[in-house]
């Protein structure tokens, strides 16, 4: 009866330290996918080790390894099985940390010979996967892409939109996108004020606003989605962003227009492309080699048309 008490006592605390490491670890998702996937990797990793070592008098190692994975799931399986398609984006950062988990149980059931190389191999393809693949190689990017459209790049068929599809995108001065982007190679963000991803990624849409402010005929500009109702207007928004030194243009829409539901946008950021006569010809995540090609490409069609 003791032991068994005992065995309870050691699962309730694998499974409470589990949870608290995710707790902890999984708010790095709204700032960068490429850390919070390392991070994810190696803490788990680590964890894992210590809690099989700890433990393993009183658990097998496969029992501890089973309950630290039920205690990193346990924030995120209600929400993925809710909301399974828009939890899709962080899919692969929550396959990093199972990798964490396995890559630990498996290391410690080698060789003591044999256990180092092992696990600076595990860490080596962390490495490879968070920063060779997913940042470098656009890949969460090309993710988000195909969650998004099902395809990994961003590109459709040109899409027409109604004439007052934009009315409701608004700046500080109370004017519509609708009125701006007539007859320009537009380029839009949507992005929120809780988005640590849309953050992060600001500097580089800064780079094109720079690039391309004095073109007559491409814009570069944002959309600010409000949730919060003390946020709904668009002066917040503009503030925030000067806040940071950014200058491109920003326009607000609630989280209730009918613009989002239409665009078929459920995360964020999302990144529209318009040709000169307000067609959607690109719909997905940042790529921009090949944001800057389709702005040259369409860019030359309206010289040589006139």
Not at 55 to 61: A, I, Q, V
Request: contains cysteine; positive net charge; hydrophobic residues 45%.
């Amino acid at each position: 009866m003791k032991t068994f008490l005992n065995n309870k006592k050691y699962i309730l605390f694998i499974f409470l330290q589990s949870f608290l490491v995710s707790f902890i670890a999984t708010p790095l998702r709204g700032y960068n996918f490429e850390w919070s996937s390392f991070a994810g990797f190696l803490v788990y990793c680590i964890y894992t080790w210590f809690a099989i070592h700890r433990y393993c008098n009183y658990l097998s190692p496969a029992r501890i390894v089973l309950i630290t994975l039920v205690g990193l799931s346990i924030l995120e399986l209600p929400v993925r099985i809710i909301y399974f398609n828009s939890t899709f984006f962080s899919l692969p950062d929550f396959l990093m940390r199972i990798a964490g988990v396995l890559c630990a149980y498996f290391c410690h059931s080698c060789q003591r010979s044999i256990q180092v190389a092992c696990l600076s191999i595990g860490f080596l393809v962390n490495i490879f996967m968070s920063f060779g693949i997913f940042h470098p190689m656009s890949g969460w990017d090309m993710w988000m892409n195909k969650v998004n459209t099902g395809h990994f790049i961003p590109t459709i068929s040109p899409t027409t939109l109604r004439q007052d599809f934009w009315k409701d995108a608004i700046n500080d001065q109370r004017i519509s996108l609708a009125e701006h982007h007539k007859g320009k190679v537009t380029l839009i963000e949507f992005w929120t004020e809780s988005c640590g991803v849309c953050w992060s990624g600001f500097p580089r849409l800064q780079q094109l606003h720079d690039k391309y402010c004095n073109h007559p005929q491409i814009l570069i500009s944002s959309v600010h989605v409000a949730y919060n109702k003390a946020n709904r207007n668009n002066v917040s928004a503009s503030h925030m962003l000067q806040q940071k030194n950014y200058t491109f243009p920003v326009y607000s829409i609630p989280a209730t227009s009918s613009i989002l539901k239409e665009l078929d946008i459920k995360s964020f950021p999302r990144f529209i492309l318009l040709d000169t006569q307000g067609r959607v010809v690109m719909n997905g995540g940042f790529n921009l080699q090949l944001i800057e090609e389709k702005i040259g490409e369409l860019t030359r069609d309206v010289q040589i048309s006139d």
